[in-house]
């Protein structure tokens, strides 16, 4: 009875030992990989990624109420096209982050993968394990746990057989089931990774979905911008003619100024010798200070004379005289005496005529509804040359009036 007890004391012994050394080896690392902190890092990159997102997305929040409010008017086509192109540059942020999140959850998943082909490793090595044991058990004279029962000498022995195998089942029980739950632990982790990533893949669709949206968007701002600038392109050629054109026609005036002057020296020295050579003066009885303004009743100018950005292309130009509105149809009167050196329609002054008033001084009337007089003509000072309308360049009825002293446009005002 002794003999036998300590027989299997000593079995008990070799069993707890092993169970000790096993627990040692295979349990403490499994704890590890269950409670690990090497996942710490990778989910604060992820919270970091995600913190990204929130903030980008708030950040193209703002600006699509900003491109609402630009769309509404067309003007700020310019303003519209680069709040898109900031909001792209968000969107193409935000895939680059949701990319890289999808491919943290990716590495998570694959280190997921090998714990776990690692957590089925170990079990196998356990089983394998506990049959050595068995057969250890064998090669010691045990043919089974059947076998140990049935050796039993009396009941004492059989109650410390039965707790033997009772302990060793139980130890083999909880082995597997430990290791059973850790891999069953790491699997689980790996479907909820498996999950997040799947997740960001479908939000990576709807912003790459987006994306589309906005290319479009983008393309349309573009056109628009296209559009506005051959609108003010052909706007601003059209000025540029109209500006030379006006310039060509004072050119011309200059010329016909210095025949006439010529004309009119040469008849004088010819018709008397005698007189003074203070000739070059007026010849047409006016005194040179003696301007009368031409729209009686209408001073008001409506654009000065000189530099100015122009109402609609908002390029700068040179305004040669000044505008006065009045009522079409109204008379528009010789400012002097003189003779009429051109009388014509042009694109950017309409009906006009210009008057030399000799002593290298001329005057011009411009968008003239109709023209009452005709090159080559002499008028008096107040005849009526025309009347106020709004042909060539011109939005509204007005006159627009130049003076020229010796080839130079002055302030038509600064004589009055
Ligand atoms: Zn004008």
Redesign the pocket.
């Known amino acids: 009875m002794q003999k036998r007890t300590k027989h299997v004391d000593k079995r008990r012994w070799f069993i707890g030992i092993m169970a000790c050394v096993l627990a040692v080896a295979l349990l403490l690392p499994l704890l590890a990989y269950v409670v690990g902190p090497a996942d710490a890092a990778t989910q604060s990159e992820i919270n970091k990624l995600k913190q990204n997102a929130a903030n980008l997305d708030a950040q193209k929040k703002e600006l699509s109420t900003k491109i609402n409010t630009l769309s509404q008017d067309k003007e700020k086509a310019v303003e519209q096209k680069r709040a898109l192109d900031e909001q792209n540059a968000i969107l193409q942020s935000e895939i680059d982050n949701i990319t890289t999140m999808i491919a943290e959850y990716a590495r998570l998943i694959d280190e997921k993968q090998v714990e776990l082909a690692e957590a089925e490793r170990k079990e196998a090595v356990q089983y394998d394990m506990f049959c050595q044991r068995v057969r250890s058990m064998e090669e010691s004279g045990i043919d089974s746990y059947a076998a140990v029962l049935f050796g039993a000498k009396d009941f004492s022995d059989l109650v410390d057989r039965v707790t033997f195998i009772q302990e060793v089942v139980e130890y083999d029980n909880n082995i597997m089931e430990m290791l059973a739950a850790t891999r069953q632990k790491i699997a689980d982790t790996k479907a909820e990774l498996e999950t997040d990533k799947q997740e960001q893949e479908a939000a990576k669709g709807k912003l790459q979905q987006k994306e589309a949206e906005l290319e479009k968007q983008i393309q349309e701002a573009t056109n628009l911008v296209k559009q506005m600038e051959a609108q003010s392109d052909s706007y601003q050629v059209a000025l540029q003619q109209l500006a030379e054109e006006e310039d060509a026609i004072s050119a011309q005036i200059d010329q016909k100024v210095a025949e006439l002057e010529k004309q009119q020296a040469a008849a004088r020295q010819a018709q008397s010798q005698s007189q003074s050579q203070n000739q070059s003066q007026g010849t047409t009885g006016s005194s040179s200070s003696g301007y009368l303004w031409p729209l009686g009743g209408y001073t008001s100018i409506s654009?000065g004379f000189g530099g100015r950005t122009h109402p609609i292309a908002g390029v700068w130009r040179m305004?040669?005289?000044?505008?006065v509105p009045a009522p079409g149809g109204t008379p528009i009167r010789a400012t002097k005496s003189g003779q009429v050196i051109v009388s014509a329609y042009g694109g950017s002054y309409g009906n006009y005529v210009s008057i030399s008033h000799g002593g290298g001084s001329s005057s011009l009337y411009?968008?003239m509804s109709r023209r009452a007089v005709g090159a080559g003509q002499t008028v008096q000072q107040g005849q009526v040359i025309g009347y106020v309308g709004t042909t060539g360049s011109?939005t509204g009825n007005?006159l627009?009036?130049?003076i020229k002293v010796h080839g130079g446009r002055i302030n038509p005002l600064s004589v009055f």
């Open positions: 654009s305004h040669n005289g000044v505008d411009a968008h011109s007005h627009h009036f130049e």
